[in-house]
């Protein structure tokens, strides 16, 4: 028995961090394929929980970033070196699986290219699907039956198809029913205590946060029009704005309403800066059209606000309405003017909410659990099971 623990021990030392857990088994070199880590969006979000959560290391990931910011020609030039690092890779390494991670339209096309050529080397895949708009862009093809049937084609003869929620999951199996689909939710770090100190009772203000993109999808100017009903019946609130995009839209939209006052524009939000406003929001708020499965909204549940958001993409899966958080149709102005309303007047309401909201994020979301998921992902995809 000594003798056996010795030999794992060292054994353990020659692979580093591959061999984790006792019991794991050990795969070669892994190729994860995606936007760069440090680009903006919810993609980067979840390859950077992945490096940072230690999974590089255990399934020893070589990482490829096919996406970067800028022009068309930065775009392309970018992926062209993608495909030429993988090919590269798959003929000099052993690599045994490739992992994609899939938004809609080009996005779709150029890792379809990459897991072709994965195919052709003989090494498993996995297509790991994030836009909450791809149903939508399954369904039409973006050209017809033949692009719909290339479409079809890529996840099913991918090893693995990785969706984000189980209504995802029910889609896509009927959409290709070869496929084999698993659900693995996006990770979330959790603080390790709740996080207290935020506003008091009804009548003292407090703080709504909204963290995104800011566009029209994001349903960035419906939170506009019903704060300006929100704030002739609730006084004292701040709203707080963190992103990129429709920025002079907005702040116009915000002075054409007459809110200006109430509005506090962020700019991008990462990091510390993050943690920050998360912490001190009393209610997060995505007022979504489409979603897949927002990280903005795991990360507002594990800090402790309470959450307003729209029943698309993967959120029913993630909460339940007047459990986890209020929900609110995409589009109603005056349904999400009433919850916020109802929030800032019951303290007591948005403390149950943000506790319950908590209590499932640990369970469902903790990186930790999510990793142990795509590890076991890995294993049964490395071995062919």
Same mark, same amino acid.
């Given at each position: 028995?000594?003798?056996a623990?010795?030999?794992?021990a060292?054994?353990r030392?020659?692979?580093?961090?591959?061999?984790?857990r006792?019991?794991?088994?050990?795969?070669?070199?892994?190729v994860?394929?995606?936007?760069?880590?440090?680009?903006?969006g919810g993609?980067?979000s979840?390859?950077?929980?992945?490096?940072?959560?230690?999974?590089?290391?255990w399934?020893?990931?070589?990482?490829?970033?096919?996406?970067?910011?800028?022009?068309?020609?930065a775009?392309?030039w970018?992926?062209?070196?993608?495909l030429?690092?993988?090919?590269r890779?798959?003929?000099?390494?052993?690599?045994?699986l #490739?992992h994609?991670?899939?938004?809609?339209k %080009?996005s779709?096309?150029?890792k379809a290219?990459l =897991?072709?050529? !994965? &195919? +052709?080397?003989?090494?498993?895949?996995?297509c790991?699907?994030?836009?909450?708009?791809?149903a939508?862009f399954?369904?039409?093809?973006w050209?017809?039956?033949?692009?719909?049937a290339a479409i079809?084609?890529?996840?099913?003869?991918?090893?693995?198809?990785?969706?984000?929620s189980?209504?995802?999951a029910?889609?896509?199996?009927?959409f290709a029913?070869?496929?084999?689909?698993?659900?693995?939710?996006?990770?979330?770090?959790?603080?390790?205590q709740?996080?207290?100190?935020?506003?008091?009772?009804?009548?003292e203000?407090g703080r709504?946060?909204?963290?995104?993109?800011?566009c029209?999808?994001?349903?960035?100017?419906d939170?506009?029009?019903?704060w300006?009903?929100f704030?002739s019946? #609730?006084?004292?609130?701040?709203l707080?704005? %963190?992103?990129n995009?429709?920025?002079d839209?907005? =702040?116009?939209e !915000? &002075? +054409?309403?007459?809110?200006?006052?109430?509005i506090?524009?962020?700019?991008?939000?990462?990091?510390?800066?993050?943690?920050?406003?998360?912490?001190c929001?009393d209610?997060?708020?995505?007022?979504?059209y489409?979603?897949?499965?927002?990280?903005?909204?795991?990360?507002?549940?594990a800090?402790?606000?309470?959450?307003?958001?729209?029943?698309?993409?993967g959120v029913?899966?993630?909460?339940v309405?007047?459990?986890?958080?209020?929900?609110?149709?995409?589009?109603e102005?005056?349904a999400?003017?009433?919850c916020?309303?109802?929030?800032?007047g019951?303290?007591?309401?948005?403390?149950?909410?943000?506790q319950?909201?908590?209590e499932?994020v640990?369970?469902?979301?903790?990186?930790?659990?999510v990793?142990?998921?795509?590890k076991?992902l890995?294993?049964?995809?490395?071995?062919?099971?």
């Amino acid at each position: 028995r000594a003798r056996a623990s010795i030999l794992a021990a060292a054994s353990r030392r020659r692979l580093g961090d591959a061999a984790i857990r006792p019991g794991s088994s050990v795969i070669g070199v892994t190729v994860m394929v995606g936007t760069d880590p440090a680009m903006r969006g919810g993609i980067a979000s979840v390859v950077s929980a992945y490096r940072d959560g230690g999974f590089f290391e255990w399934a020893r990931v070589h990482y490829i970033a096919s996406h970067v910011d800028g022009g068309a020609l930065a775009k392309t030039w970018r992926f062209l070196c993608a495909l030429v690092s993988l090919t590269r890779t798959l003929a000099v390494s052993r690599v045994s699986l #490739v992992h994609t991670h899939v938004s809609s339209k %080009g996005s779709f096309w150029r890792k379809a290219l990459l =897991l072709w050529v !994965a &195919r +052709r080397f003989g090494v498993p895949t996995i297509c790991h699907l994030h836009s909450g708009g791809f149903a939508d862009f399954a369904a039409r093809g973006w050209g017809g039956p033949v692009l719909r049937a290339a479409i079809r084609s890529t996840l099913e003869s991918s090893s693995a198809v990785v969706v984000l929620s189980e209504r995802w999951a029910a889609w896509a199996r009927e959409f290709a029913p070869l496929s084999r689909v698993r659900v693995i939710g996006n990770p979330v770090q959790v603080p390790s205590q709740p996080i207290e100190g935020r506003s008091g009772g009804p009548g003292e203000g407090g703080r709504v946060l909204y963290l995104g993109l800011v566009c029209e999808a994001k349903g960035c100017f419906d939170l506009l029009r019903a704060w300006s009903m929100f704030r002739s019946r #609730v006084p004292g609130w701040r709203l707080a704005i %963190g992103g990129n995009g429709e920025i002079d839209r907005l =702040l116009a939209e !915000a &002075r +054409r309403l007459g809110i200006a006052e109430d509005i506090e524009y962020l700019g991008w939000v990462s990091g510390a800066a993050k943690e920050r406003e998360l912490s001190c929001a009393d209610v997060f708020v995505l007022p979504s059209y489409k979603e897949g499965m927002p990280v903005s909204i795991l990360e507002a549940m594990a800090h402790g606000a309470a959450v307003i958001a729209t029943p698309v993409g993967g959120v029913p899966d993630m909460m339940v309405p007047n459990v986890h958080g209020l929900w609110f149709e995409p589009g109603e102005v005056a349904a999400l003017a009433q919850c916020l309303e109802r929030l800032a007047g019951s303290p007591d309401l948005r403390r149950r909410l943000s506790q319950a909201a908590r209590e499932r994020v640990l369970a469902h979301y903790r990186t930790e659990t999510v990793l142990d998921g795509l590890k076991s992902l890995y294993l049964e995809v490395a071995q062919g099971r």
